[in-house]
């Protein structure tokens, strides 16, 4: 299969949603997977991942509901909260919905030594009795934790989103490749090629600005551990979807076949248990 392993569904809601700032209109709006089903197969794509935009089981359960319906919506990465007490009942529970794959927090939005402190690496770690997978979200200043935490829990399988939103508008590559080289060395991690549009020049971006990173990203994770991802509908903010695929398939081209349907596909199937 070839899969869209990053992208989100929502009925917009201004107050839960005020992380889309004025600067985002373009996706203030409902995006459902009736938008989508057109665009995937525009692109020959069979599938995605339909990744937690807020933080709440309310959310987890309504990715649920949108992958029960639309044979599009191949498996669910939602939210738990990962520091509650009764964290292993709700696994439990959640446990009965094959669609869950795995789950993620917003934790960008958190202090930097967020995925560090030891209850949340305790709760991360319950994932792996469930065989549940852990998306890490962050800035750049927050990749020592997640290098703590990687390191702390070997037994998730992890997968960085969005390259851990590398400074592209700057062109700054050295201090975030420091900390992405140590945390590629743990084999129990993987990379998402998504999310680059959005952290280079919105209105100003080439697809060279990308490359630097994606020739670091091939370097340190290798061809089997690098999953595509679109990061629709917030991608659109930046560029459309045939914009952000062809980014990567374009730096894939001299890759050849094999590595092209690793990347845009078989590596996300592997890595979530997709059918």
């Given at each position: 299969m070839t899969i869209d392993a990053h992208q989100h569904f929502w009925h917009y809601d201004p107050v839960r949603d005020s992380w889309i700032t004025d600067?985002?209109?373009?996706?203030?709006?409902?995006?459902?997977?009736?938008?989508?089903?057109?665009?995937?197969?525009?692109?020959?794509?069979?599938?995605?991942?339909?990744?937690?935009?807020?933080?709440?089981?309310?959310?987890?359960?309504?990715?649920?509901?949108?992958?029960?319906?639309?044979?599009?919506v191949k498996g669910v990465v939602g939210w738990v909260d990962l520091q509650s007490p009764t964290l292993n009942d709700r696994?439990?529970?959640?446990?009965?919905?094959?669609?869950?794959?795995?789950?993620?927090?917003?934790?960008?939005?958190?202090?930097?030594?967020?995925?560090?402190?030891?209850?949340?690496?305790?709760?991360?770690?319950?994932?792996?009795?469930?065989?549940?997978?852990?998306?890490?979200?962050i800035y750049p200043t927050q990749l020592k934790a997640a290098l703590q935490l990687v390191r702390a829990v070997p037994e998730v399988n992890f997968v960085i989103d969005h390259l851990a939103k590398p400074y592209v508008k700057k062109q700054e590559i050295t201090r975030w490749s420091n900390f992405m080289t140590e945390i590629a060395k743990n084999s129990n991690v993987s990379c998402k090629l998504s999310g680059l549009v959005t952290e280079g020049d919105w209105q100003n971006w080439s697809k060279k600005d990308f490359f630097p990173y994606l020739d670091f990203a091939f370097e340190a994770f290798g061809p089997d551990r690098l999953l595509y991802g679109s990061d629709w509908p917030v991608c659109?903010?930046?560029?459309?979807?045939?914009?952000v695929k062809n980014v990567i398939e374009d730096y894939l081209l001299p890759w050849g076949a094999d590595v092209r349907a690793k990347v845009m596909g078989e590596n996300a199937v592997k890595f979530y248990g997709l059918s």
């Open positions: 600067d985002m209109t373009a996706i203030r709006r409902d995006f459902l997977p009736a938008d989508l089903e057109p665009v995937l197969a525009e692109h020959g794509i069979d599938g995605c991942v339909a990744v937690q935009a807020s933080q709440s089981e309310e959310e987890t359960l309504f990715l649920v509901n949108m992958a029960q319906n639309y044979d599009i696994l439990e529970a959640f446990a009965t919905y094959k669609e869950i794959k795995g789950f993620r927090h917003v934790a960008q939005a958190e202090p930097d030594d967020f995925l560090a402190t030891p209850a949340v690496i305790q709760g991360i770690r319950q994932l792996a009795a469930f065989d549940l997978t852990y998306d890490i979200l659109l903010v930046a560029a459309n979807y045939t914009q």
